[in-house]
T-cell receptor, first 110, second 114 residues
Framework: KNEVEQSPQNLTAQEGEFITINCSYS?????LHWLQQHPGGGIVSLFM???GKKKHGRLIATINIQEKHSSLHITASHPRDSAVYIC????????????FGSGTQLTVLP | DSGVTQTPKHLITATGQRVTLRCSPR?????VYWYQQSLDQGLQFLIQ???????AKGNILERFSAQQFPDLHSELNLSSLELGDSALYFC?????????????FGPGTRLTVL
């Protein structure tokens, strides 16, 4: 079993829809990252969370440490949001290593 | 633009060869990380350097090595290349080595081994 599981693997939405991507992990963590990988391959760090909730524009990330679960929400989705969204966790004492989920491919149709 | 640069963008080489990938971190960042993204394994942490010293090691093969120079740029050396080494190699940087610092990713180097 992978230490970081994401769901769904693939998601297709219509422009304007509210989107949720989930990440569950099975280990204790010190931080969780959400990353966005564009079709060209570049990776952008969206959020780094250790508790609670963060918001940036139309993106919201939440984390529930007790339930070992995080969600990434996109409000008013747009075709330019089409990308792979990757969850990654850092475990305490594991230096600065990140363990990555397999990613969620999001396609937003106009 | 994250401020992290990687060269080259694309590299095509043959099995058995050796290549060097280069990374320049964001201005002021002391920590450099190398990651490999292959189709079957996804993203994996390879190695981290902080201010010239190796800080953490992940799933890095013995055929691979890295170093960070006094000007803080880093190089990842891949030798005796195999078909399975074909992947995207990302470098990321962060300000510090300790704590939960945000990492900024470079655009990646796409390595194709034929």
């Amino acid at each position: 079993k992978n230490e970081v599981e994401q769901s769904p693997q693939n998601l297709t939405a219509q422009e304007g829809e509210f989107i949720t991507i989930n990440c569950s992990y099975s280990v204790g963590i010190s931080a969780l990252h959400w990353l966005q990988q564009h079709p060209g391959g570049g990776i952008v760090s969206l959020f780094m969370l250790s508790s609670g909730k963060k918001k940036h524009g139309r993106l919201i990330a939440t984390i529930n440490i007790q339930e070992k679960h995080s969600s990434l929400h996109i409000t008013a989705s747009h075709p330019r949001d089409s990308a792979v969204y990757i969850c990654a966790v850092r475990q305490p004492g594991s230096a600065r290593q990140l363990t990555f989920g397999s990613g969620t491919q999001l396609t937003v149709l106009p | 633009d994250s401020g992290v640069t990687q060269t080259p963008k694309h590299l095509i080489t043959a099995t058995g060869q050796r290549v060097t990938l280069r990374c320049s971190p964001r201005s002021g960042d002391l920590s450099v990380y190398w990651y490999q993204q292959s189709l079957d394994q996804g993203l994996q942490f390879l190695i981290q350097y902080y201010n010239g010293e190796e800080r953490a090691k992940g799933n890095i093969l013995e055929r691979f090595s890295a170093q960070q120079f006094p000007d803080l740029h880093s190089e990842l050396n891949l030798s005796s290349l195999e078909l399975g080494d074909s992947a995207l190699y990302f470098c990321a940087s962060s300000a510090l080595a300790g704590g939960n610092n945000e990492q900024f990713f470079g655009p990646g180097t796409r390595l194709t081994v034929l």
